[in-house]
């Protein structure tokens, strides 16, 4: 074992997990790590320093002699240092040597965020309507965050809504997707599209009960195989070839990225599934097969260019109604359309997750690849902007899932989970990009930082202007003293909800996935909910649901999401970490229990938003507002 190697690469060669527990990187597996990089042990490390340069505009990074290309078309000579005031944005040194470097400039730190908010945090898929098709869409994002907005609220978190391999068993968690650049047709809103009123109404009305189905739990497949029925009428019936001025403009806006998104989507209806299970020549984006596949099928190229752009005007609508809070899942499906375009760029046979924390004592896989960071480097770190550019997109704000990540990732090698280390990212770089591109938007950035944590990370991210999170079941410390530099909230999709809790319905949900039930800790959690908000220990859930809301509102942060579960008083659980579909079919599939229509009048949502509302009144107007 190469250590000298293994350092530079940041491959750890051992670590402690959140419990204390000492753990020793393997010879195996240290070579299956340097294998996923596409190195043989001993190998020099590539730096990457020819091919890019992150900087800041009183940097003076210096660099090798040539022309500087700035991102407005200007040139200027430069030997040595870069120019003190360099513009933010992409710039390219011609190097004399005759190699060409990206000069990527950066502010450093995100844009600020508002003071003294608070929001929703969704599962969009869940908030039904009467009009939508068995699944909440983005109309219904649209009809919510106008009613919050007028209630008050300036956030809307929502779950990621992020396209997934299309195939019979269709993925159900949104934080598996198959591009993390283009939507999911799951949510649009066939009633919301231009022309739609020209298909026959019976037949609309037919695949809009098939997508409904019985209503208990969500079937993905099923709504997105009436959607698209109902949408290739349409586009059928306008002669298959949309000349929206709207549509042109996306098209070229997104270029090559959607073309190759629409590619992978048509050869996946074509050959079933992921890329890997495709004919072997099609597997290569760039080969001559996929050129010629996607010319033989060119129409079906243009439909889903189509369906992306009505996706995205429907996204930009629901933004312009409310402050979305856009969510970014830490990877990618390795099956998936990114995976597949990015292919040269991830590392293979190697996934990424969690060592054994509080959240997951027996260690987390979530399936994803991770970029390998020398060949991130070599490739000016084009995909990774790529993702944030879009994740940005009519979005007010960004959470990261695993903000950690940017710092390290725990690569699990196909040795096993026990197998796995730490392996450290480009940090630097990668939150100075991310800082440029949310300064582009004009956004504020949240980090998901849970789990174990490196010193100094926290302070680093508020450093750099980003927001922590700050979740109750985690905090030793009161609401109240939580510092504002951070968005807080009493739970997340992956913990019980507070109905879950205080009905002890959350001992039920896990006697049947099989897990250990530490009634103790549940009783415990209930007990620090009840002193906290000053409860009753015999209060209904109800007014566990509306204390919670209060506690939350008087938080010290300046942003506080509410989960809209707990604005029901609703006692599911989103999602059982560590469980598949087999084990637990509610996963990310059961929709709200009152539709959107309703929730307006709805009893606890009334008290819950009243209570939060009288914490945070919108600045400047006192409560006028948030009563009207």
């Known amino acids: 074992m190469d250590h000298g190697q293994l350092e530079a690469l940041g491959i750890w060669t051992s670590y402690y997990d959140a419990f204390g527990n000492h753990y020793q990187l393997s010879e195996e597996a240290a070579g299956q790590l340097l294998a996923a990089m596409d190195l043989e042990p001993g190998e020099p490390v590539p730096d990457g320093r020819d091919a890019v340069v992150v900087t800041g505009p009183h940097r003076g990074e210096w660099v090798p002699s040539g022309e500087l290309e700035l991102e407005d078309g200007t040139r200027v000579r430069v030997d040595g240092p870069l120019p003190a005031e360099l513009p933010l944005g992409y710039h390219h040194l011609h190097r004399d040597d005759g190699l060409t470097t990206t000069i990527i400039s950066s502010p450093g730190i995100a844009p600020a965020h508002p003071e003294r908010i608070w929001g929703w945090s969704l599962q969009l898929y869940s908030v039904r309507s009467r009009r939508s098709w068995g699944v909440g869409d983005l109309d219904d994002l649209r009809r919510l965050a106008a009613w919050s907005t007028e209630q008050g609220a300036r956030a809307l978190l929502v779950n990621p809504v992020d396209a997934v391999v299309n195939e019979e068993q269709r993925e159900d968690s949104p934080y598996f997707p198959s591009s993390r650049r283009f ?107 996929v050129a010629a596949a996607a010319e033989e099928h060119a129409d079906r190229l243009r439909f889903h260019t189509w369906l992306q752009w009505l996706l995205d005007e429907q996204l930009r609508v629901a933004g312009a109604a409310g402050p979305l809070l856009r969510d970014l899942p830490i990877g990618v499906d390795p099956e998936g359309a990114d995976a597949w375009e990015w292919q040269d760029v991830l590392a293979t046979d190697t996934t990424v997750g969690a060592p054994p924390d509080e959240l997951g004592p027996d260690g987390q896989d979530w399936l994803v690849p991770a970029f390998v960071p020398w060949k991130l480097r070599q490739a000016a770190y084009g995909p990774f902007i790529e993702t944030l550019r879009s994740a940005f997109r009519h979005a007010a704000a960004l959470r990261l899932d695993h903000v950690l990540g940017l710092y390290r990732l725990f690569w699990i090698p196909p040795a096993g989970p026990r197998s796995g280390t730490y392996v450290n990212q480009d940090r630097g770089p990668l939150l100075d990009i991310l800082a440029l591109e949310a300064h582009r938007a004009v956004a504020y950035v949240v980090g998901e930082d849970l789990g174990t944590v490196m010193d100094g990370v926290r302070e680093d991210l508020v450093g750099r202007g980003m927001l922590r999170y700050r979740v109750l079941w985690f905090e030793e410390q009161e609401p109240a003293h939580w510092d504002r530099r951070g968005l807080g909230s009493i739970s997340t999709h992956d913990l019980p909800s507070i109905g879950g809790l205080w009905s002890r319905a959350e001992l039920d949900v896990l006697r049947e996935v099989g897990a250990h039930v530490d009634e103790e800790r549940i009783e415990r959690m209930r007990g620090d909910l009840a002193r906290r908000a000053g409860l009753a220990w015999d209060a209904s859930v109800e007014d566990a649901c509306v204390a919670a809301a209060q506690l939350l509102g008087g938080a010290g942060c300046d942003v506080v999401v509410a989960q809209l579960e707990d604005a029901l008083g609703t006692t599911h659980r989103i999602n059982v970490p560590g469980t598949d579909a087999e084990q637990r079919p509610d996963n990310w599939r059961l929709p709200l229990p009152v539709l959107l229509d309703d929730l307006a009048s709805h009893a606890t949502a009334r008290r819950v938003v009243a209570a939060l509302r009288e914490a945070r009144p919108v600045a400047g107007t006192g409560r006028s507002e948030a009563s009207g």
């Open 183 to 289: 939507r999911d047709p799951l949510y649009l809103a066939v009633d919301r599209v231009a022309g739609v009123e020209e298909l026959d109404a019976d037949e609309l009305a037919r695949l809009a009960a098939l997508a409904r189905g019985d209503g208990e739990r969500i079937d993905r497949g099923r709504v997105v195989a009436a959607k698209l029925a109902a949408m290739e009428q349409l586009w059928e019936l306008r002669g298959g070839d949309e000349q929206d001025p709207g549509y042109v403009a996306f098209v070229a806006e997104q270029g090559e990225a959607l073309q190759r998104f629409a590619t992978f989507e048509t050869l996946s209806e074509l050959h079933g599934g992921g890329f890997p299970r495709w004919p072997a020549e099609l597997r290569d984006p760039r080969g001559a097969a």
